[in-house]
């Protein structure tokens, strides 16, 4: 298993795409920008995409990616991109982007019977099984509801996992969870500086300092890498999260990235 790290800035700017990861060639994990970097025929590639949350940095790209891939999908028969998310997740892309005014409804074209993308609502604590790819739906915590993600890289290797956290502000149920899994990677957040540590609090995201309480209550020595830096403020975080007298390894995620599982 390998996941690609397409995106994972908190905003845009030239070199910083959106929160987007590819699980090997067909599971997107979050449609940002970063998804725009992919040739048409990986796109095309793409059946399943699973969501955090509704936020515009995290679902973007799916209404471009539905009608860049249409045609493709429609000539050799594939059938519906699958998007899985919480139901109110998939209430808002209803109703706020698929609405026939922001974007056509690409859950009835090219036609309702046969159209290029389907809607699947899951749970916190289900475990979705995407060809024998075993994903966990993780609790978050932030102003709208929102899930984090754990990728089982199964028996082979001693079933370890690779976390993403989603956007999210402290989230003990979250500790109370990893606590009993073996992970292999931890992606984890800090939106902002310790400077607008107000800023994270209104927004529920982290700061370094808030990492830092977070990062506590994760035993071990854990390979964790710091997600959805705003561009501009990437020296400040980390910084700030260099200070931290943490057992962990911490580094930047970078866009590019290859992760093993
Ligand atoms: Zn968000
Ligand atoms: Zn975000």
């Given at each position: 298993m390998n996941i690609r790290v397409l995106g994972c800035s908190g905003a845009i700017a030239a070199g910083y795409k959106t929160t987007a990861f590819l699980l090997d060639d067909d599971v997107l994990i979050d449609a940002g920008t970063g998804v725009g970097d992919l040739p048409l025929d990986a796109l095309a590639a793409i059946d399943h995409i699973l969501l955090s949350h509704s936020h515009l940095d995290h679902v973007l790209g799916i209404p471009l990616l539905a009608d860049a891939v249409l045609r493709l999908r429609v000539a050799a028969g594939r059938p519906p991109i699958r998007v899985h998310a919480l139901p109110q997740t998939l209430d808002a892309l209803r109703q706020h982007l698929f609405n026939g005014i922001i974007w056509p409804d690409f859950t009835a074209l090219p036609t309702a019977a046969a159209p290029v993308l389907s809607l699947h609502p899951f749970q916190i604590g289900d475990r979705l099984d995407l060809g024998g790819?075993?994903?966990?739906?993780?609790?978050?915590?932030?102003?709208?509801?929102?899930?984090?993600?754990?990728?089982?890289?199964?028996?082979?290797?001693?079933?370890?996992?690779?976390?993403?956290?989603?956007?999210?502000?402290?989230?003990?149920?979250?500790?109370?969870?990893?606590?009993?899994?073996?992970?292999?990677?931890?992606?984890?957040?800090?939106?902002?500086?310790?400077?607008?540590?107000?800023?994270?609090?209104?927004?529920?995201?982290?700061?370094?300092?808030?990492?830092?309480?977070?990062?506590?209550?994760?035993?071990?020595?854990?390979?964790?890498?710091?997600?959805?830096?705003?561009?501009?403020?990437?020296?400040?975080?980390?910084?700030?999260?260099?200070?931290?007298?943490?057992?962990?390894?911490?580094?930047?995620?970078?866009?590019?990235?290859?992760?093993?599982?």
């Open positions: 790819r075993v994903i966990e739906v993780l609790p978050a915590v932030h102003t709208v509801p929102a899930v984090g993600f754990a990728v089982d890289a199964g028996a082979s290797a001693g079933h370890a996992h690779w976390v993403f956290t989603g956007d999210t502000g402290p989230n003990p149920a979250l500790w109370r969870r990893l606590a009993d899994l073996r992970l292999s990677h931890l992606v984890i957040e800090t939106a902002f500086s310790d400077d607008e540590a107000a800023l994270a609090h209104v927004s529920k995201h982290l700061c370094p300092h808030d990492l830092g309480h977070e990062l506590a209550q994760l035993s071990g020595s854990v390979d964790v890498r710091i997600t959805h830096i705003k561009p501009g403020e990437v020296e400040a975080v980390m910084q700030g999260v260099q200070a931290l007298s943490s057992p962990h390894r911490i580094s930047t995620l970078q866009a590019g990235q290859d992760m093993k599982l």
